[in-house]
């Protein structure tokens, strides 16, 4: 998925440390307490996780229900009246031979 996406969030207030003294900041809090960040965020990961498998799944079924608002009409605007035997309401062809 996006796991090494870099997000970049525009923020009313100005982020005061630079990516490199992030990483510094990082290293040395890795070297004296290797668990100590994963344990602070370890919550709020897994509410974005959450938060994220949600908004996948809302779209896979908006997308889903799209897809079968749309087939029907590619069917029919090619004249037919009924949709292709076999198609059985999932049709995924984009144009219907009589």
């Known amino acids: 998925m996006l796991f090494n996406a870099e997000k970049q969030f525009h923020t009313k207030t100005i982020q005061t440390y630079t990516k490199e003294e992030i990483?510094?900041?990082?290293?040395?809090?890795?070297?004296?307490?290797?668990?100590?960040?994963?344990?602070?965020?370890?919550?709020?990961?897994?509410?974005?996780?959450?938060?994220?498998?949600?908004?996948?799944?809302?779209?896979?079924?908006?997308?889903?229900?799209?897809?079968?608002?749309m087939n029907p009409m590619v069917c029919h605007s090619c004249g037919m009246s009924t949709m292709p035997s076999?198609?059985?309401?999932?049709c995924t062809q984009i144009i219907c031979l009589p």
Request: proline share 2%; net charge negative.
């Open 86 to 90: 076999g198609c059985a309401g999932s």
């Open 23 to 69: 990483a510094r900041i990082h290293e040395f809090v890795s070297r004296r307490d290797p668990d100590a960040v994963e344990e602070m965020l370890s919550e709020f990961i897994k509410s974005m996780n959450r938060k994220f498998q949600r908004d996948v799944l809302s779209l896979d079924h908006y997308y889903d229900a799209r897809e079968k608002e």
